[in-house]
């Protein structure tokens, strides 16, 4: 752990997470913090705060962070907007049960952060529509750019489906789906040209969280001044044969 201490007010808060890279633009590597206060006896981390001290200056900025405790915060450093210098990605795990995680990216050009991706944002302007159909099909629609998909679950196994479906395939009353909130975001370059893309997933659900009928996959790229949507992919379940 890199020991590197700060105090505010009388609580001690310490560095949870550290990087080093440009991250304002001037070619000199910066420190790169993810500084909280911890939990006794729990890998739980509170007040969870962006830290960058300039490595030409010794300048310290802090932005704090709207949702801030967690479970393994972290940073990843590179660009996403194309301007040559890394950006900041923090990924933060919930904790609860649906897996979901907090993300935040921001470009740190002149020691000034600049708010690029928030999870919240982000799963406000990403919504579905998750229907059972009949003949063992759940369809989900993409609200964004209005794609349709068709899962097949008639390998989901004769209990499952007969607690759905009645002996000729139909639905024995209506059931809807849903998609968890953002579960995962994992930067990828995916045209080796050294600017980050981000790959999103989203759990899509059954009648119950653990009833998981598969993933929808965004990938987003930046394109005036903020991500869009580059791709979209539903990715579902194997099974035995």
């Given at each position: 752990m890199y020991n590197y201490y700060f105090r505010a007010d009388t609580t001690d808060r310490s560095v949870v997470f550290y990087a080093i890279g440009d991250v304002n633009g001037d070619r000199i590597p910066d420190d790169v913090f993810l500084t909280g206060i911890r939990t006794p006896g729990s890998q739980f981390i509170q007040d969870i705060t962006i830290v960058v001290r300039d490595g030409r200056t010794g300048r310290i900025t802090s932005v704090?962070?709207?949702?801030?405790?967690?479970?393994?915060?972290?940073?990843?450093?590179?660009?996403?907007?194309?301007?040559?210098?890394?950006?900041?990605?923090?990924?933060?795990?919930?904790?609860?049960?649906?897996?979901?995680?907090?993300?935040?990216?921001?470009?740190f050009i002149n020691n000034t952060p600049q708010l690029m991706f928030d999870f919240n944002a982000y799963n406000d302007e990403y919504k579905y529509d998750i229907t059972y159909k009949d003949n063992f099909k759940v369809e989900v629609i993409s609200k964004k750019n209005s794609e349709r998909y068709i899962i097949d679950i008639s390998l989901k196994g004769e209990e499952y489906l007969n607690e759905i479906y009645d002996e000729d395939g139909k639905l024995k009353k209506p059931i809807s789906g849903f998609i968890n909130p953002l579960s995962g975001l994992y930067p990828i370059d995916f045209n080796s040209d050294g600017v980050y893309e981000l790959l999103a997933y989203q759990k899509i659900a059954g009648r119950y969280n653990a009833d998981s009928l598969g993933y929808v996959l965004n990938t987003l790229k930046w394109e005036n001044n903020r991500f869009v949507l580059d791709n979209q992919n539903v990715a579902i379940w194997g099974s035995d044969k």
């Open positions: 704090p962070l709207s949702e801030n405790a967690g479970y393994n915060p972290r940073v990843f450093l590179g660009d996403f907007n194309g301007d040559g210098v890394n950006d900041i990605l923090v990924s933060i795990d919930s904790g609860g049960s649906g897996a979901i995680m907090y993300h935040y990216i921001y470009s």
